[in-house]
C-alpha cells in the first residue's frame, strides 16, 4: 500500500512539472511626454522588506520645473500603485497559463461490512490519479484573456503617468504665479506708500486736504492686506507642488522660470491628429482585442472538459492487484454556458461604441483647452503690447501731475488702479495659458514643439 501511495506521488509530480512561467513587462511604449524622467519600477516578488522611495524632503533653495517632474514620477504615491496593478495583472497572466493540478485518489470497498465482507478482509483497495483533460484550447485562450488584460493595466499606469505629468506642470505653475503675484503686489505697496508721501507734503504744504491722505493710507492698508493673503496662498499652493512627489512639507525657497515665455498655439487639426496616442484612446485597441478573447474563451468553455483516472487497485480476498481505468464528462445539457457567451458577444459590441466614444470625448476636451489656449494667448499678447504700456504711461503721468498740482489724488488712484487691474489680468491671462498649455500637452501626449518667441 505505502509503495502504491509513493509511486502515485511520483507521477502526480511528473505530471505537473516544476517549470513556472516568468513575469514580463506589459507596460506600453511611452508617450512622448516626460518620457525622459524616469519612473519608479516595483519589484517582480514583493515581500515585507519590499524598499519604497524615499520621502524626498531634503530639496532646498530653488526647484525648476525638471526637477520637480523627476521628483513626481519617481514618488508619487498614485503612480506607484498604478505601477503595482500592473505587477498584480501580470501574477494573473501567470496564473492563468498554469495546468490544472492532478488529483490523487484513495479508495477502499467492500470493508467493514457484515458477514464475509466483516473487518478488512475482503477489501479493494484503489490508489490512482484523475487529470483534467482542458480541451479546446481554453488555457491558451485564458492566457490570452489575462496577457491583454496585463497590457490594460500598463495602459492605465500611462495614462496615470500623464496625468501625474500634468498635476506637477500645473502645480508649478501655481507656485510660479505666486510668486509673481507676490512680486506684483510688492510693487503696488511700494508705490502706494511713495504716493501716501507725497500725499503727505501737500496736505503739510496746505495743497490738499486732510481727506486726502486718509484715502492714500486706506490704500495702502488694502495692498498691504492683499500682500499678506498672497503669502498664505503661496505657502498653500507650494505645499500642493510638494504633495506630487509625496514629501510631508515644501522645503524649496522658491521655484525657478518664467510665466512671459509663450508661444502661439498651432493649427487645431495639427492636434487633432495626435488625439489617438492618449492613452484613452489608443487602449482601445488592445481593449477590444482582450474582449474578443475573452469571446473565443466563453465559446471554448462551452465544451466539457473530461477528467482521466488510472490507478492500481489491490484485491485483498485474493491478494492480487490490477489497474484501473476510468473516465468522467460532464454533460452540457442544460448548462452549455450560452449566458456567458452572449455576454462576451455582448461586451465586444459595447466596446467598438466606446472606443468610438473616447475618441469623441479626447476631441472634445482637446477643443475646449485649444480654445482656452488660445483665447489667453491673444489675451496677454494683446495686453503686453497695448493695455501695459499706456496704462504705465497713464499712471506715471498721473503722478507728476499730481506733484505740479494739475491732478488731484483721485485721479492718480484711477490710474494706480487701472496700472496694477491690468497687470493682474496680464498675469492670470498668462497663468491659464500655461495651464491650457498643460492640457493640451497631455491629451497630445507630447510636448508642443513651436519655435519660442519671448514675449518682450
Known amino acids: 500500500m505505502a509503495e502504491m501511495i509513493k509511486s502515485m506521488t511520483a507521477l502526480l509530480l511528473l505530471l505537473s512539472g516544476c517549470a513556472t512561467p516568468s513575469l514580463e513587462s506589459s507596460l506600453p511604449l511611452q508617450r512622448p511626454l516626460g518620457r525622459s524622467h524616469a519612473t519608479w519600477v516595483p519589484p ?10 524615499m520621502d524626498p524632503t531634503d530639496i532646498g533653495g530653488e526647484l525648476t520645473i525638471d526637477q520637480a517632474v523627476a521628483l513626481a514620477l519617481l514618488h508619487n504615491p498614485q503612480l506607484q500603485a498604478f505601477a503595482w496593478s500592473v505587477r498584480v495583472a501580470e501574477a494573473r497572466r501567470l496564473q ?43 488555457r491558451a485562450k485564458r492566457t490570452q ?23 506637477v506642470v500645473q502645480a508649478f ?52 492686506i492683499e500682500q499678506k493673503r498672497l503669502r498664505l496662498e503661496s505657502s498653500a499652493v507650494r505645499q500642493s507642488l510638494a504633495a506630487t512627489w509625496g514629501a510631508s512639507e515644501a522645503l524649496f525657497t522658491h521655484v525657478g522660470g518664467a510665466l512671459d515665455r509663450i508661444v502661439n498655439p498651432p493649427a487645431p487639426s495639427a492636434l487633432q491628429a495626435l488625439v489617438v496616442q492618449h492613452p ?28 482521466v483516472v488510472g490507478g492500481y487497485r489491490h ?30 458577444k455582448a461586451a465586444l459590441a459595447r466596446a467598438r461604441v466606446e472606443q468610438r466614444a473616447a ?8 477643443s475646449r483647452a485649444y480654445a482656452s489656449l488660445s483665447s489667453e494667448y491673444m489675451t496677454a499678447t494683446e495686453l503686453q503690447q497695448e493695455v ?46 500655461h495651464q491650457a498649455k498643460a492640457e493640451v500637452e497631455h491629451l497630445i501626449g507630447q510636448p508642443l514643439r513651436i519655435p519660442e518667441r519671448t514675449e518682450p
Open 44 to 53: 517582480l516578488e514583493p515581500n515585507e522588506n519590499t524598499p519604497t522611495p
Open 96 to 138: 492563468a497559463g498554469l495546468r490544472p493540478n492532478p488529483e490523487l485518489v484513495i479508495e477502499m470497498e467492500n470493508l467493514a461490512g457484515t458477514g464475509a465482507f466483516e473487518g478488512t478482509g475482503l477489501a479493494e483497495t484503489t490508489v490512482g490519479v484523475g487529470q483534467l483533460i482542458e480541451v479546446g484550447g481554453k
Open 145 to 167: 484573456v489575462a496577457a491583454l488584460e496585463s497590457e490594460l493595466a500598463g495602459w492605465d499606469y500611462e495614462e496615470m503617468r500623464l496625468a501625474v505629468f500634468t498635476e
Open 173 to 224: 505653475t501655481e507656485v510660479l504665479a505666486a510668486q509673481e503675484r507676490g512680486r506684483v503686489v510688492d510693487q503696488q505697496v511700494d508705490i502706494a506708500e511713495k504716493v501716501v508721501h507725497a500725499v503727505n507734503q501737500r496736505v503739510q504744504a496746505g495743497k490738499d486736504s486732510p481727506l486726502e491722505a486718509t484715502r492714500a493710507r486706506v490704500s495702502l492698508a488694502q495692498v498691504r
Open 280 to 307: 484613452t484612446v489608443a487602449r482601445w485597441e488592445t481593449e477590444i482585442e482582450q474582449r474578443q478573447a475573452r469571446f473565443e474563451l466563453e465559446k471554448a468553455n462551452a465544451r466539457p472538459d473530461p477528467t
Open 315 to 344: 484485491l485483498n480476498e485474493v491478494d492480487e492487484s490490477a489497474f484501473v481505468l476510468g473516465l468522467s464528462l460532464p454533460l452540457p445539457v442544460t448548462n452549455r454556458n450560452q449566458g456567458s457567451i452572449l455576454a462576451a
Open 359 to 366: 475618441l469623441t470625448s479626447i476631441r472634445a476636451e482637446l
Open 388 to 433: 501695459l504700456p499706456g496704462a504705465q504711461e497713464a499712471f506715471e503721468s498721473a503722478q507728476i501731475g499730481y506733484v505740479n498740482g494739475k491732478f488731484d489724488y483721485l485721479t492718480v488712484l484711477d490710474a494706480q488702479r487701472t496700472l496694477f487691474a491690468a497687470r493682474t489680468q496680464h498675469l492670470e491671462a498668462l497663468v491659464e495659458y
